[in-house]
């Protein structure tokens, strides 16, 4: 039987990629589009010479990579790096990627183009020496056709990628650099589905049926004349056809066709946060009884609509929006995208109920969207974090002028298939909304959306929240007021914007530090710096630290309980976003070096939640929770305070506190207190809470008084890893005394080493001012806590992670690879 196959020649060897395995000409035929992951295999340099646009780099420069990559994660932290401590303190420049691939003549008739889903920033692409053309923003999708400039096999043809992040500061956050979202190479016949464009929108039309309305763009690129078919089919999630179209006739006049199609589905199953159905349309092109085109487009059914008064509804019930905002990096993985640790950061916020997440503040990568369709998240897409007006001297304002109509318009088209999206953001804090341009920008971008997409509500983040000055809410173009901040003016929200519906877009800036804990006062709130009547924290501590008790916030935010019990108070407060799910890399407000991440978190830069997450989580979800805080580790305190302990819980009417198995006295929430209090003098030992519902045990919990570090405890998230070169897990390594319990304050140095079929991606411990690179095997850990990252190899085997320290026994964790064309999927 022949062969039919895509071959990718990388230096010295050749491999056959397994999106086109072995294909005879009948079954190549059947199945005419193919999606090839184009990661593999390429050659990596940075360019030390910028003032010349294409040098000439000498071959002891480039090193072989896989894709996505991220060159700044593998530098140093420096104070002197150009983009500054707000960037992450890490290092930008100029990078070359080239490949070198051979096209078989199976694929001469065909259509080929690459597909790259984001590279920062200002890239720019040649095949075989042709420039394909530029893109400056780092954050968005494109494509490039291929097809006039390929040789034919056996000649080989050669991509070149020029990525120039050089010019910085040009960001209020860590960016990453280099091309670090994926790539692919996808081959099509001449009359095709055109890239992005299958539409897909659902409702219910009542309790019993639902419509699916279809709007697909076909390319014809060979000059193709007469007609074709096009035909539609529904399937479920089990693969099951629930519903079709009829065969309709496509008349092949010019380049683009246009067709539109409405499909009824039987008892549909509506796509939710805590049930996130999926189905399937599949769109078929067929012309003289020949297969042309099968496109496939995931999509949900679903309903929402916000309520001026009472809030946001999700499928006809009502619903808070308990959002979180995200930044893109992924911790000591940097900005290059990682499917399994975006999908951990979503299975860590799902635990604590949360149920959306803002782009905070640019287009995602695609995988995000995918896992929160599968996971059940809502997601606001944002767009832009600054229009004409600069907020960094090399951002993309040097840009928006020419590129924004282009560049909004392909985050509609990529994104609005997701069921998980339901709101587009057009700009953040954008500056002209003190100006009277922000009402024709803002009227030009909403425009430009709705031209493509009008089934989703249209925002601007805004920090300015008096309607008589703010030039974007007079445009009268935004669907929703989405204020960032100005908690003081939600009571009477319903008084400045009469018949307003409200979102709260951002909200809290709460700073903190996992594990540390000052000894003032813990019911006052401290604000940084000062900008307020109340209290606040004046230079901070001398190792960068915030008090990890929810009393500390930037001076424009406000702590977490703050800001929630107002939008719990209220129907007409539909929900927020809480700045920030994770702390991310850079802006790390409010220290200077060597301070390189941010505070705001909810979950530390390793995924170590800090405590707050627990009021989340008593909040937001129906877990029994009972949380006590702080650890009771209290030898070196620098006076004989009482320490303030407390206590986080739900599903419980009252929760007991025992010291040393004596009763501190049963408290009860009241009024809108969302978590107790007690004031304890410090005594070595056992502290229990104990929560009760009508007098019956629901939960206990404990913290102890450690001894010295003793020995190393090793958790890994997961045993059996896809043997695919990207799988990870995550490794918690906790300090214990003899006795096996936590100790709180402990800094001991880790070593981390691995053997087998894996390699150590990274390590860290959550730490703001911790400025080892994450490269390093050796990590300190951070209050008695330190993270190390394993990446599967390519071939099925085990992996041994062993973790030294001085004076203690080796911890030692064995985990497998395994044919990933053989494990079972997660499930959702």
Same mark, same amino acid.
Request: glycine share 8%; hydrophobic share 40%.
């Given at each position: 039987?022949?062969?039919?196959?895509?071959?990718?020649?990388?230096?010295?060897?050749?491999?056959?990629?397994?999106?086109?395995?072995?294909?005879?000409?009948?079954?190549?035929?059947?199945?005419?589009?193919?999606?090839?992951?184009?990661?593999?295999?390429?050659?990596?340099?940075?360019?030390?010479?910028?003032?010349?646009?294409?040098?000439?780099?000498?071959?002891?420069?480039?090193?072989?990579?896989?894709?996505?990559?991220?060159?700044?994660?593998?530098?140093?932290?420096?104070?002197?790096?150009?983009?500054?401590?707000?960037?992450?303190?890490?290092?930008?420049?100029?990078?070359?990627?080239?490949?070198?691939?051979?096209?078989?003549?199976?694929?001469?008739?065909?259509?080929?183009?690459?597909?790259?889903?984001?590279?920062?920033?200002?890239?720019?692409?040649?095949?075989?020496?042709?420039?394909?053309?530029?893109?400056?923003?780092?954050?968005?999708?494109?494509?490039?056709?291929?097809?006039?400039?390929?040789?034919?096999?056996?000649?080989?043809?050669?991509?070149?990628?020029?990525?120039?992040?050089?010019?910085?500061?040009?960001?209020?956050?860590?960016?990453?650099?280099?091309?670090?979202?994926?790539?692919?190479?996808?081959?099509?016949?001449?009359?095709?589905?055109?890239?992005?464009?299958?539409?897909?929108?659902?409702?219910?039309?009542?309790?019993?049926?639902?419509?699916?309305?279809?709007?697909?763009?076909?390319?014809?690129?060979?000059?193709?004349?007469?007609?074709?078919?096009?035909?539609?089919?529904?399937?479920?999630?089990?693969?099951?056809?629930?519903?079709?179209?009829?065969?309709?006739?496509?008349?092949?006049?010019?380049?683009?066709?246009?067709?539109?199609?409405?499909?009824?589905?039987?008892?549909?199953?509506?796509?939710?946060?805590?049930?996130?159905?999926?189905?399937?349309?599949?769109?078929?092109?067929?012309?003289?009884?020949?297969?042309?085109?099968?496109?496939?487009?995931?999509?949900?059914?679903?309903?929402?609509?916000?309520?001026?008064?009472?809030?946001?509804?999700?499928?006809?019930?009502?619903?808070?929006?308990?959002?979180?905002?995200?930044?893109?990096?992924?911790?000591?993985?940097?900005?290059?995208?990682?499917?399994?640790?975006?999908?951990?950061?979503?299975?860590?916020?799902?635990?604590?109920?949360?149920?959306?997440?803002?782009?905070?503040?640019?287009?995602?990568?695609?995988?995000?969207?995918?896992?929160?369709?599968?996971?059940?998240?809502?997601?606001?897409?944002?767009?832009?974090?600054?229009?004409?007006?600069?907020?960094?001297?090399?951002?993309?304002?040097?840009?928006?002028?020419?590129?924004?109509?282009?560049?909004?318009?392909?985050?509609?088209?990529?994104?609005?298939?997701?069921?998980?999206?339901?709101?587009?953001?057009?700009?953040?804090?954008?500056?002209?909304?003190?100006?009277?341009?922000?009402?024709?920008?803002?009227?030009?971008?909403?425009?430009?959306?709705?031209?493509?997409?009008?089934?989703?509500?249209?925002?601007?983040?805004?920090?300015?929240?008096?309607?008589?000055?703010?030039?974007?809410?007079?445009?009268?173009?935004?669907?929703?007021?989405?204020?960032?901040?100005?908690?003081?003016?939600?009571?009477?929200?319903?008084?400045?914007?009469?018949?307003?519906?409200?979102?709260?877009?951002?909200?809290?800036?709460?700073?903190?530090?996992?594990?540390?804990?000052?000894?003032?006062?813990?019911?006052?709130?401290?604000?940084?710096?000062?900008?307020?009547?109340?209290?606040?924290?004046?230079?901070?501590?001398?190792?960068?630290?915030?008090?990890?008790?929810?009393?500390?916030?930037?001076?424009?935010?406000?702590?977490?309980?703050?800001?929630?019990?107002?939008?719990?108070?209220?129907?007409?407060?539909?929900?927020?976003?809480?700045?920030?799910?994770?702390?991310?890399?850079?802006?790390?407000?409010?220290?200077?070096?060597?301070?390189?991440?941010?505070?705001?978190?909810?979950?530390?830069?390793?995924?170590?939640?800090?405590?707050?997450?627990?009021?989340?989580?008593?909040?937001?979800?129906?877990?029994?929770?009972?949380?006590?805080?702080?650890?009771?580790?209290?030898?070196?305190?620098?006076?004989?305070?009482?320490?303030?302990?407390?206590?986080?819980?739900?599903?419980?009417?009252?929760?007991?506190?025992?010291?040393?198995?004596?009763?501190?006295?049963?408290?009860?929430?009241?009024?809108?207190?969302?978590?107790?209090?007690?004031?304890?003098?410090?005594?070595?030992?056992?502290?229990?809470?104990?929560?009760? @519902? +009508? !007098? /019956?045990? *629901?939960?206990? &919990?404990?913290?102890?008084?450690?001894? #010295?570090?003793?020995?190393?405890?090793?958790? %890994?998230?997961?045993?059996?890893?896809?043997?695919?070169?990207?799988?990870?897990?995550?490794?918690?390594?906790?300090?214990?005394? @003899? +006795? !096996? /319990?936590? *100790?709180?304050? &402990?800094?001991?140095?880790?070593?981390? #080493?691995?053997?087998?079929?894996?390699?150590? %991606?990274?390590?860290?411990?959550?730490?703001?001012?911790?400025?080892?690179?994450?490269?390093?095997?050796?990590?300190?850990?951070? @209050?008695?806590?330190?993270?190390?990252?394993?990446?599967?190899?390519?071939?099925?085997?085990?992996?041994?992670?062993?973790?030294?320290?001085?004076?203690?026994?080796?911890?030692?964790?064995?985990?497998?690879?395994?044919?990933?064309?053989?494990?079972?999927?997660?499930?959702?």
């Amino acid at each position: 039987m022949m062969r039919s196959f895509l071959t990718i020649l990388f230096p010295g060897r050749s491999i056959l990629l397994a999106a086109a395995l072995m294909l005879s000409p009948l079954l190549f035929a059947q199945k005419p589009r193919t999606v090839v992951d184009f990661n593999g295999g390429w050659k990596f340099a940075l360019q030390k010479d910028t003032s010349s646009a294409k040098p000439s780099l000498p071959e002891a420069s480039w090193r072989v990579l896989d894709l996505p990559h991220d060159w700044s994660i593998e530098g140093e932290f420096r104070k002197d790096n150009p983009a500054t401590t707000q960037g992450g303190a890490l290092p930008g420049g100029i990078g070359w990627y080239k490949k070198t691939f051979v096209v078989p003549a199976d694929l001469k008739d065909k259509n080929l183009s690459i597909e790259f889903d984001g590279v920062y920033r200002n890239s720019e692409v040649w095949i075989n020496g042709r420039s394909l053309g530029k893109r400056p923003y780092g954050y968005i999708s494109f494509q490039y056709d291929l097809t006039p400039y390929i040789k034919p096999a056996p000649a080989s043809n050669l991509i070149e990628v020029r990525v120039d992040n050089g010019q910085q500061p040009n960001s209020r956050w860590y960016t990453g650099s280099g091309i670090y979202r994926n790539v692919r190479l996808v081959s099509t016949s001449k009359l095709a589905v055109k890239h992005w464009g299958s539409f897909v929108t659902a409702a219910p039309l009542n309790a019993k049926q639902a419509t699916v309305n279809v709007e697909t763009n076909v390319k014809n690129t060979g000059a193709i004349t007469g007609k074709a078919q096009i035909s539609y089919q529904v399937l479920d999630q089990s693969g099951k056809l629930i519903s079709s179209s009829k065969i309709k006739a496509l008349d092949l006049t010019g380049e683009e066709i246009s067709s539109k199609e409405q499909l009824l589905v039987n008892n549909p199953v509506l796509w939710s946060t805590d049930k996130p159905f999926l189905y399937k349309l599949v769109t078929t092109i067929t012309q003289n009884g020949k297969l042309s085109d099968q496109f496939e487009t995931t999509f949900g059914i679903r309903s929402f609509y916000f309520d001026a008064d009472k809030g946001f509804f999700l499928n006809g019930r009502s619903m808070k929006i308990k959002g979180v905002c995200m930044h893109h990096d992924l911790g000591a993985l940097g900005a290059a995208v990682n499917t399994r640790a975006i999908e951990r950061q979503l299975e860590i916020l799902k635990a604590m109920g949360c149920n959306a997440i803002r782009t905070a503040h640019n287009p995602s990568a695609p995988e995000l969207l995918e896992l929160c369709d599968k996971m059940g998240f809502l997601v606001m897409v944002e767009a832009f974090d600054m229009w004409k007006k600069k907020k960094n001297k090399f951002d993309y304002f040097t840009d928006f002028e020419d590129w924004h109509v282009r560049d909004l318009q392909d985050m509609v088209l990529r994104d609005r298939n997701h069921p998980s999206v339901f709101m587009w953001s057009v700009g953040n804090e954008i500056r002209e909304q003190f100006d009277s341009t922000g009402i024709t920008i803002t009227k030009e971008l909403v425009d430009i959306v709705k031209a493509i997409d009008t089934t989703r509500p249209v925002i601007a983040a805004l920090s300015e929240w008096n309607p008589e000055k703010n030039f974007m809410y007079k445009s009268k173009a935004l669907d929703l007021v989405a204020l960032n901040y100005h908690h003081e003016v939600y009571d009477d929200f319903q008084k400045h914007y009469p018949g307003q519906k409200f979102l709260g877009a951002e909200n809290m800036s709460a700073l903190a530090t996992r594990g540390h804990y000052e000894e003032w006062p813990s019911d006052s709130t401290y604000l940084w710096p000062a900008k307020s009547p109340l209290k606040y924290v004046e230079n901070g501590n001398a190792d960068y630290t915030v008090s990890a008790y929810d009393q500390v916030a930037a001076y424009w935010g406000s702590t977490h309980e703050q800001t929630w019990k107002l939008i719990k108070k209220h129907k007409f407060l539909s929900g927020l976003f809480v700045w920030t799910g994770f702390d991310y890399l850079g802006e790390p407000t409010p220290y200077p070096w060597p301070a390189r991440s941010s505070y705001f978190g909810i979950v530390d830069l390793a995924g170590f939640p800090k405590d707050v997450y627990y009021m989340y989580q008593s909040e937001w979800s129906d877990k029994n929770v009972l949380h006590i805080l702080p650890h009771w580790n209290h030898e070196a305190r620098k006076s004989d305070k009482p320490v303030d302990v407390w206590v986080y819980y739900n599903n419980a009417d009252e929760v007991e506190l025992f010291l040393n198995g004596q009763s501190l006295g049963a408290k009860r929430k009241g009024g809108e207190d969302l978590h107790l209090m007690w004031r304890v003098p410090f005594q070595p030992g056992e502290l229990k809470a104990v929560s009760r @519902k +009508n !007098g /019956r045990l *629901v939960k206990e &919990a404990k913290v102890e008084t450690a001894g #010295e570090p003793a020995k190393i405890e090793l958790t %890994a998230d997961r045993s059996i890893l896809n043997a695919d070169g990207k799988d990870l897990a995550f490794v918690t390594a906790r300090i214990l005394d @003899k +006795n !096996g /319990r936590f *100790v709180a304050l &402990a800094s001991t140095q880790l070593e981390f #080493e691995i053997t087998g079929e894996g390699q150590l %991606a990274a390590t860290d411990n959550g730490y703001q001012a911790d400025t080892t690179s994450f490269q390093s095997k050796t990590r300190q850990c951070w @209050k008695g806590m330190a993270l190390g990252i394993i990446r599967a190899g390519k071939k099925q085997g085990n992996i041994t992670l062993t973790v030294k320290a001085p004076g203690m026994t080796p911890a030692v964790l064995r985990l497998r690879t395994s044919d990933h064309s053989k494990m079972v999927l997660r499930k959702f």
